[in-house]
Every structure is written in structure tokens, then in C-alpha cells.
């Protein structure tokens, strides 16, 4: 069992910055991909960026050039730098962990979300 505890939500003024932090505990996979999705009020659930164990990343095209994924994995963390913030960023962030299992399925597992809101 995998826990995801995000934080760094707030509230911006539109071109400001945001980084959001989250950590996991609980059993550990050593083949897993962490990231982060999105979800504004009425909409999907998007991706914004995920990272694997191995450090190969995967971006939304709204947030290239914007937002920067990074991970620690000694520490379990993984963290999102969201500059130049748009109000179209808003939403609630959560937290994605991916548990690739060897001869099993994939285990998903999602943080509660943090509250991430841009004003124009």
C-alpha cells in the first residue's frame, strides 16, 4: 500500500510561481512512475507530468515550457515547478503513483489533491 501526501497549493496572481511537493510512504515498488494530474471544476482528470524511476518525463502540452517535474527518490518525492502561472492552470493537483508489478498489473495510487488557483 502506497500514501501520497501533496502540498504547495495556493493561491497565485497569473505569472507567478507555484511548487507542489509530494511524498510517499507505505510499501515501496521499485519500478514506478510518480507524477501529477489535474482536475478543474467539470472537467476531465489531465495529465500535467509524470516522471519515471528512471527519470524519463512526459508533459501535457499546456504546461512544456511552463512546469518542470523533478523527483528524489531516496526520499520518495516528487515535486512540480509550475511557473508563469495562467488561470487556466487552475485546478485541484493530485498526486499519481504507478506501480509496475512483474508478472501482476499495474497498481494506481492518488494523493487527496491540492488546491492550486491562478487570478487574472
Known amino acids: 500500500q502506497v500514501q501520497l501526501v501533496e502540498s504547495g497549493g495556493g493561491l497565485v496572481q497569473a505569472g507567478g510561481s507555484l511548487r507542489l511537493s509530494c511524498v510517499a510512504s507505505?510499501?515501496?515498488?521499485?519500478?514506478?512512475?510518480m507524477g501529477w494530474y489535474r482536475q478543474a471544476p467539470g472537467k476531465e482528470r489531465e495529465l500535467a507530468a509524470t516522471?519515471?524511476?528512471?527519470?524519463?518525463?512526459n508533459y501535457a502540452d499546456s504546461v512544456k515550457g511552463r512546469f518542470t517535474i523533478s523527483r528524489e527518490n531516496a526520499r520518495n518525492t516528487v515535486y512540480l515547478q509550475m511557473n508563469s502561472l495562467k488561470p487556466e492552470d487552475t485546478a485541484v493537483y493530485y498526486c499519481?503513483?504507478?506501480?509496475?508489478?512483474?508478472?501482476?498489473?499495474?497498481?494506481?495510487?492518488w494523493g487527496q489533491g491540492t488546491q492550486v488557483a491562478v487570478s487574472s
Open positions: 499519481n503513483y504507478r506501480a509496475e508489478r512483474r508478472n501482476s498489473t499495474p497498481r494506481i495510487y
Open positions: 507505505g510499501i515501496m515498488y521499485s519500478d514506478n512512475t
Open positions: 516522471m519515471t524511476i528512471g527519470g524519463n518525463t
